[in-house]
C-alpha cells in the first residue's frame, strides 16, 4: 500500500502570498465592479473576460509554476509592482476605473517576474492582454466613438431591409419601419459590443492555435468587420420582431434574444471566415511548396 504524497505547503508559500495581497486589494474593486459598470448591458461582458482569463492562467499554471530558464527578474518586476501599486492608489483614491482596474494587469505580470522569470511570464502574455478587455473604458471615449458606429450601423440595417421589400426609413439612429419607431441604443451597436466581439474573435485564435502567421493576421483584422456586421443583423433580428410581432415583443424577451442572435452570427461568421483563410492559406502554402 502506497501512502499518498504530501502538499509541499512551502513551495507554495509565495504564491499564497500573493493570492492574499491580491485579494485584498482586488476583491473590494470587483464587488464595486459588480454592482457597478458590470451590472450594465453595456459592459456585461467584463465578468465574461476575467473568468476566460483566469482559466487561461490556470490552463498554464503548470508553465507559470515551473522554476527554471533565466530565473526571476526583481530589477524589471520591482519597478513594474512600484508602478502599478501606484497606479493602483490614484485610480482606487479617485475612482479612476481606467486606472485601478488596469493596474491589475501589471501587477500580475510583475509577480511572475519577481518569483519565476520572464520564460514563465510569456506562458501567459495572451491572459493578461486578454484581461485589457475588460477594463472600463472613459465614458469621454465611449461617446466619442459610438455615436459614429451606431449611425454606420442603422444605415447598413436600413439599406438591406429596404433592400428586400420592407417598409423602413431612417432619422440618424432613429429607424420607422411601419407603424414603429426604433431608436438604436449604445448596447446594440456601441464601442463595448466591439469590443466585446473583438475579445471572442481573440479568444477563439488562442484557442486554435496556428502556426500560421497569416491565417492569424488576416482574421484578426477581419474580426473587426465581422463584429460590425454582427451588430447589423442584431439590429435587423430587433427590427424585423418589433415589425412582425409588435413593440412589446421587440423591448422584451426576445430582445434578449437577439443579444444571443449576435453572438451566435459573430461565431458563425468567425468559424466561417477563418475557414475560407485556412483554405487559401493552404493553397498559397502548396504553390510555394511546388515552386520550391
Known amino acids: ?19 492574499a495581497g491580491l485579494c485584498a486589494l482586488y476583491v473590494p ?18 465578468p465574461i473576460i476575467l473568468a476566460l482569463a483566469c482559466w487561461l492562467i490556470y490552463k498554464r499554471w503548470d508553465q507559470v509554476d515551473a522554476v527554471g530558464g533565466a530565473g526571476p527578474k526583481p530589477l524589471l518586476a520591482w ?30 505580470l510583475g509577480t511572475v517576474l519577481l518569483f519565476r522569470g520572464t520564460q514563465q511570464a510569456r506562458a501567459i502574455w495572451f491572459p493578461l492582454f486578454f484581461m485589457l478587455f475588460m477594463i472600463p473604458l472613459p465614458a469621454l471615449l465611449v461617446d466619442a466613438m459610438t455615436a459614429p458606429m451606431k449611425m454606420a450601423v442603422s444605415y447598413v440595417a436600413e439599406h438591406i431591409l429596404y433592400a428586400v421589400g420592407y417598409p423602413i426609413a431612417r432619422t440618424g439612429v432613429i429607424l420607422q419601419v411601419g407603424p414603429y ?7 446594440c451597436a456601441g464601442l463595448h459590443t466591439l469590443f466585446t466581439l473583438e475579445a471572442l474573435g481573440l479568444f477563439y485564435l488562442n484557442l486554435v492555435q496556428s502556426a500560421s502567421l497569416f491565417r492569424n493576421m488576416t482574421l484578426a483584422v477581419l474580426i473587426i468587420p465581422i463584429s460590425f456586421l454582427a451588430n447589423v443583423i442584431r439590429v435587423m433580428v430587433l427590427v424585423l420582431i418589433t415589425y412582425h410581432f409588435g413593440d412589446e415583443a421587440g423591448q ?33 502554402s502548396r504553390r510555394r511548396e511546388a515552386r520550391a
Do not use: C, N
Not at 255 to 273: E, N, Q
Open 29 to 46: 474593486t470587483l464587488v464595486g465592479l459588480f454592482s457597478g459598470v458590470w451590472a450594465d448591458d453595456t459592459q456585461g461582458h467584463g
Open 1 to 19: 500500500m502506497t501512502a499518498l504524497p504530501t502538499l509541499r505547503w512551502k513551495d507554495h508559500a509565495p504564491w499564497l502570498v500573493l493570492l
Open 181 to 187: 419607431q426604433m431608436l438604436v441604443a449604445d448596447a
Open 79 to 108: 519597478p513594474l509592482l512600484a508602478a502599478s501599486g501606484l497606479l493602483y492608489a490614484v485610480g482606487r483614491s479617485q475612482g479612476i476605473l481606467l486606472f485601478e482596474v488596469g493596474s491589475m494587469i501589471p501587477m500580475l
Open 252 to 284: 422584451g424577451f426576445l430582445h434578449d434574444f437577439a443579444g444571443l442572435v449576435l453572438f451566435l452570427s459573430a461565431l458563425l461568421l468567425i468559424l466561417t471566415v477563418d475557414g475560407a483563410v485556412h483554405w487559401v492559406d493552404k493553397r498559397l
